[in-house]
């Protein structure tokens, strides 16, 4: 009798594929995998370098210019950000430089009596940052920055310290389906089993099916100077041409356009020029600072400049994407709201406005 041997390949699977690791995808696959649950980040670059790499790190938690329907979500965030900083340094061993001596508000005539209607704390610019030129009036606000490089860096290292898995380097080209449900995805080099994917691609997130999710990439132009002395601004400074966000090895950035340029990322010398005039005209001294670098990038908006958050019509299929200027703030409470609905409990957040059902 002829004995054949058979040797059984195991294919790995996941309970969960993000897709995306920027600081949305890697904060909710470090909330997924501390619940238990295996977890894949496909990412089509590496990993934090989009539109993360690219933003301010504001944690603007009241204000002006966030929509009344993303507030309670963008307070409560704001909230969580020492505990998820923390945390993530614990994980990590890194430091993610959270920083909370607040913010100087220089508003625009638009925006001056919102300002008193909300109760903010009214100041002498001077008194609080001696560098700062003008006699303008200007409120205080107890708001915290971060470095988002740093954070970024923090929390991919804590992903992969919990043994969350990375495909880097190649963008997803497909969701897959099998009997109308989620089954995995596909890149050009090979496919990933999962029951669930998360759609977490910035402003890529519409290109990938099986739903046409509208984002779209808006184009921000920053530049970072190193300030003479480390401690020469130390609080936020927002005004209507320019804002200014020290960080604590005496980097300072200045920030930023709102642009519709499509996927372009490549910076306009006259743009950056006068940032930097704005910031000189803000803090005179900086005019003995080095500008370090310039740099765009794609911030994922939508319509209404609401993100998509929370389940789609296809079984497995979850969408966390288009968070616009408010990414970094917002990454620990979608990361709660979003490990929650992927484990089927249910939120202490009404995600209903922000469906991806009200784009049909």
């Given at each position: 009798m002829l004995l054949r041997s058979f040797t059984i390949v195991s294919?790995?699977?996941?309970?969960?594929?993000?897709?995306?690791?920027?600081?949305?995808?890697?904060?909710?696959?470090?909330?997924?995998?501390?619940?238990?649950a295996s977890v894949l980040v496909v990412e089509?670059?590496?990993?934090?370098?989009?539109?993360?790499?690219?933003?301010?790190?504001?944690?603007?938690?009241?204000?002006?210019?966030?929509?009344?329907?993303?507030?309670?979500?963008?307070?409560?965030?704001?909230?969580?950000?020492?505990?998820?900083?923390h945390e993530l340094e614990?994980?990590?061993?890194?430091?993610?430089?959270?920083?909370?001596?607040?913010?100087?508000?220089?508003?625009?005539?638009?925006?001056?009596?919102?300002?008193?209607?909300?109760?903010?704390?009214?100041?002498?610019?001077?008194?609080?940052e001696p560098a700062l030129a003008g006699a303008q009036p200007a409120f205080y606000l107890r708001e915290c920055s971060v470095d988002p490089r740093a954070l970024c860096a923090v929390a991919l290292k804590a992903a992969k310290n919990l043994n969350v898995d990375?495909?880097?380097?190649?963008?997803?080209?497909?969701?897959?389906?099998?009997?109308s449900h989620i089954s995995g995805v596909t890149t050009p080099k090979t496919s990933f089993l999962a029951a669930k994917v998360v759609n977490c691609a910035g402003a890529w997130a519409g290109q990938i099916g099986p739903h046409p999710f509208p984002t779209r990439p808006v184009k921000g132009q920053m530049l970072c100077l190193a300030m003479p002395k480390r401690e020469l601004?130390?609080?936020?400074?927002?005004?209507?041409?320019?804002?200014?966000?020290?960080?604590s090895d005496g980097r300072l950035l200045v920030g930023a356009t709102v642009e519709e340029a499509g996927f372009d990322k490549r910076t306009d010398p006259s743009i950056i020029q006068g940032l930097h005039r704005a910031a000189?005209?803000?803090?005179?001294?900086?005019?003995?600072?080095?500008?370090?670098e310039d740099w765009a990038g794609l911030r994922p908006g939508t319509p209404d400049a609401l993100p998509i958050l929370g389940r789609?019509?296809?079984p497995g299929y979850?969408?966390?994407?288009?968070?616009?200027?408010?990414?970094?703030?917002?990454?620990?409470?979608?990361?709660?709201?979003?490990?929650?609905?992927?484990?089927?409990?249910?939120?202490?957040?009404?995600?209903?406005?922000?469906?991806?059902?009200?784009?049909?």
């Open positions: 294919v790995k699977t996941w309970d969960v594929i993000t897709i995306g690791g920027g600081i949305i995808g890697l904060s909710l696959a470090i909330a997924l995998r501390k619940q238990g089509r670059g590496e990993p934090g370098r989009e539109a993360s790499h690219a933003a301010g790190g504001m944690l603007v938690d009241c204000l002006l210019e966030t929509p009344t329907a993303l507030q309670a979500l963008a307070t409560a965030s704001a909230k969580m950000y020492p505990e998820f900083a614990v994980e990590s061993g890194m430091k993610a430089d959270l920083r909370d001596q607040g913010t100087i508000l220089f508003p625009g005539p638009q925006h001056s009596e919102d300002c008193e209607r909300l109760g903010l704390t009214a100041v002498k610019p001077s008194e609080l990375f495909s880097s380097g190649d963008p997803v080209t497909a969701v897959n389906l099998s009997d601004i130390r609080h936020v400074i927002r005004s209507p041409k320019a804002y200014l966000i020290p960080r000189l005209e803000l803090v005179p001294k900086l005019r003995d600072a080095k500008i370090l789609t019509a296809t979850y969408v966390a994407t288009g968070h616009f200027r408010d990414g970094i703030l917002l990454a620990p409470i979608t990361a709660k709201v979003m490990t929650a609905t992927l484990e089927g409990q249910k939120s202490e957040h009404d995600l209903t406005a922000f469906s991806a059902a009200r784009f049909r």
